[in-house]
């Protein structure tokens, strides 16, 4: 490598000075490409990175998607049978897509609902609003831990305070993380509770919103909900775009807190097996890699398409405020 | 000394100086870890790692052997880790697939052949020759249940048997007689019945039931089927019992379930360790378990517990003397040999007998066995007995080495269960998924 470099950088300037005077347009190109590599070797731990640790893994991935590993012997080529078997005979991969769905569909409105609720409010205050910013965020920070979905799963286990608490009020839950009906359900709580992250995004919106709109639309005798609906609403698609899109793909893949809440393997019955987790079991407790990747290729393909799904709608509900004009 | 270039050229010059000087700093940073490594392969500082899974009973005299043995070799540390089965399992098949087996690793029998195959423990018969691991006092019949292709791979750390810990005061108190050898499957059902009829209350102020439900636990389905002359694998590719042997089991057991004399589902799902099991949790009179894990119970729930045979069917008894776990060397380990002679003193040193008693059941030593079972007191007294008792009542013989699938046949079980108890499917449709499941899982 030092070799190279030292004979490069003493080389370059003669090549470049000759091609200058030859041809002036050519020889500019050319230095700018012998420019760039120190460039690209100051990029290079990345680079090694991405390749070493993505795109390797990614491509061994995919080819262990069509054979039959089991960590312990070498894997076996078996063409599409992974891909067959999960969509033809497993009936738990469907459950498991089923209760994936189901808590998107569920915790991501809500999540989104409360973050933008709450940056609403933050928005108006005018003394404290870096206080409770940051208090509000601070869940985001701690929520993917393990330490708070066990301790999510203490508050809701059967003798936890919340079931506790309900019983007290007359609501007998039994716990719910022993409760396939609800089980789910404590995990979409965990996952809103962490609403500080897009609610931060939001308030920056909505600061980007400027006062005089709304000063106008108060002269015009716009009440507050027409205001929300006609300027904060339009306004802010961008943002709310955003954190639709990063929330769902975030959402296809939660797995710590269904895997720390029911101590790794998705009961009661399944009703917290998510996809993610049904694709560790596999892979990890009965030991088909194979089968396992071929889930991740299927989920990678299953979110590009929802993401690329979200981003055609968008074109009917997103308002730029810089293609106004246009 | 020669003039620094002018014009346009020393600005690229100084920057593949930079550059230079970047990859110099990388090899150096490269340099001082493998410097790093190289560093703790030295021999002044061993650090063994050593992972086991068990109850706090087990968790604590495992640590205090340990000890005895970091003090005994100055310069060697121990790292142990312990979880309960489950994640346990999982994890190890995470380090197994990293190449990060731990040096000194406790295994299930049903691990051995495939860690053993995938070379991911490695072959003993290197240190057993030379004496490193002394078998001498072992059984050889028994140390055969670690072998793989001939080799040794890990050898046993106790002979066990699964049987039935029960509140002999709440028995009394029911007025059902002391489960004997041959107590039957519909004696139990009876016993429950009576114990529920009671009308006891657990601390929480829910009905006390006379046992946890088992439907969703391998070892006593299999128990079950044995005493009814079947086993849970025909060979290494077919299931031993059919989809109406598992219907009778789940639905005879959903039936007591219902009518309130065995634990309630919820229950029955949250219960994953000694402490969370129904009987822990002083919500059910009797739990079915082990014979290693039995003293944990009398250390939570007080001198009450005794240990009984699982019920029989007409008298045949479907338990079996197997390997409790074994312990094996990581094929990647830096140190083979300390880690040999770790496993050497945890089986042979009777100081370490003494501590670890019969915590892994009976010990394959039979030196160590003899001298523990002389001290032996309480709980891990009984369990001997009870081994004795068993051996002389007549038990089949056990069965081959269960396939590897069978860990996931095990957790299907248990899911399976849970379907039938949270009414999601009737014992009979999560039966035929099951077999289903088990089938795909065998074949392939």
């Known amino acids: ?326 | 000394m020669p003039e620094p270039p002018n014009g346009p050229f020393p600005r690229p010059g100084r920057r593949a100086v930079l550059a230079v000087a970047a990859v110099g700093l990388s090899t150096a940073l490269t340099g001082t870890l493998s410097a790093c490594s190289a560093a703790s392969g030295d021999t002044s500082g061993i650090t063994l790692r050593f992972s086991w899974w068990g109850n706090d009973d087990r968790a604590a005299r495992t640590e205090k052997a340990v000890r005895l043995f970091e003090k005994e070799h100055p310069g060697v540390t121990v790292r142990t880790s312990n979880g309960d089965f489950g994640s346990y399992l999982q994890k190890l098949a995470t380090q197994a697939a990293g190449g990060g087996v731990p040096d000194v690793v406790q295994l299930d029998y049903r691990q051995i052949s495939q860690y053993a195959s995938g070379k991911a423990i490695m072959p003993l018969d290197g240190v057993i020759e030379d004496r490193t691991i002394r078998t001498s006092d072992m059984d050889k019949d028994f140390l055969r249940t670690g072998t793989y292709t001939g080799g040794q791979f890990a050898l046993p750390m106790g002979r066990g048997i699964t049987g039935y810990a029960y509140d002999s005061a709440v028995y009394k108190k029911a007025g059902i007689p002391t489960p004997r050898p041959g107590w039957t499957w519909q004696d139990w059902a009876k016993a429950n019945r009576k114990i529920a009829a009671l009308g006891l209350k657990s601390p929480d102020g829910r009905p006390y039931t006379g046992s946890n439900d088992g439907g969703d636990n391998e070892d006593v389905f299999e128990t079950w089927l044995r005493s009814r002359g079947k086993n849970l694998y025909a060979n290494q590719t077919k299931l031993g019992f059919t989809e109406d042997d598992l219907t009778a089991f789940w639905s005879f057991r959903d039936r007591l379930r219902r009518e309130g004399a065995i634990a309630q589902a919820r229950d029955t799902v949250q219960a994953k360790s000694t402490e969370t099991s129904p009987i822990g949790r002083r919500l059910a009179a009797a739990d079915f378990t082990w014979d290693a894990p039995f003293p944990g119970y009398t250390a939570l729930l007080g001198e009450d517990i005794h240990f009984a045979p699982v019920p029989t069917t007409d008298g045949r008894q479907g338990a079996y003397f197997k390997p409790s776990m074994l312990l094996g060397i990581g094929s990647q380990s830096g140190h083979p040999k300390e880690a040999a002679q770790l496993i050497d003193f945890l089986l042979n040193d009777p100081r370490a007998g003494d501590i670890l008693g019969f915590s892994r059941s009976t010990p394959p030593n039979r030196k160590i066995a003899a001298r523990v079972a002389k001290t032996l007191e309480g709980p891990e007294r009984e369990i001997y007995d009870y081994a004795q008792t068993m051996e002389k009542y007549g038990l089949d013989a056990p069965p081959t080495a269960p396939p590897p699938g069978d860990l996931a046949i095990q957790t299907a079980l248990k899911r399976g269960y849970q379907r039938v108890i949270y009414g999601m499917a009737t014992p009979r449709q999560a039966a035929r998924e099951l077999i289903d499941e088990a089938n795909r899982e065998l074949e392939s």
């Open chain 1, 1 to 326: 490598m030092r070799v190279t470099s030292t004979v490069s950088t003493t080389r370059a300037p003669e090549r470049a000075a000759r091609t200058t005077r030859s041809r002036p347009r050519k020889s500019k190109r050319r230095q700018i490409r012998e420019q760039q590599w120190p460039a690209y070797v100051f990029l290079s731990p990345w680079m090694i990175g991405a390749v070493v640790l993505t795109l390797v893994p990614m491509a061994v991935s995919l080819y262990l998607s069509f054979t039959d590993y089991n960590l312990f012997d070498p894997p076996h080529w078996v063409g599409l049978r992974n891909y067959r078997e999960m969509l033809t005979e497993d009936p738990r991969y469907w459950r498991s897509v089923g209760t994936t769905m189901l808590y998107v569909v569920v915790a991501v409105p809500l999540k989104l609902g409360l973050a933008l609720g709450v940056a609403m409010l933050l928005r108006n205050l005018s003394r404290g609003r870096g206080f409770y910013r940051s208090a509000f965020y601070a869940p985001s920070l701690l929520g993917a831990s393990m330490s708070i979905a066990l301790v999510w799963k203490a508050l809701f286990n059967d003798g936890g305070t919340v079931t506790d608490v309900l019983d007290s009020v007359g609501i007998h839950t039994g716990g719910w993380v022993g409760n396939p009906d609800l089980a789910v359900y404590g995990i979409v709580l965990l996952t809103v509770w962490q609403f500080g992250a897009p609610m931060v995004i939001f308030l920056a919106g909505l600061q980007q919103i400027s006062p005089d709109l709304y000063e106008a639309a108060a002269l015009d005798g716009a009440s507050r909900l027409r205001q929300f609906v006609s300027i904060t609403v339009p306004m802010l698609s961008p943002v709310v775009f955003f954190n639709l899109v990063l929330e769902v793909i975030n959402s296809f893949q939660v797995f710590t807190p269904a895997f720390a809440v029911s101590g790794g393997d998705g009961g009661p019955a399944d009703s917290t097996m998510f996809y993610t987790l049904y694709l560790y079991e596999r892979g990890f407790t009965a030991s088909h890699m194979g089968y396992a990747a071929a889930m991740a290729w299927l989920l990678l393909i299953a979110i590009g398409a929802i993401t690329l799904i979200l981003f055609r709608t968008s074109r009917s509900w997103v308002f730029y405020a810089d293609e106004e004009g246009r």
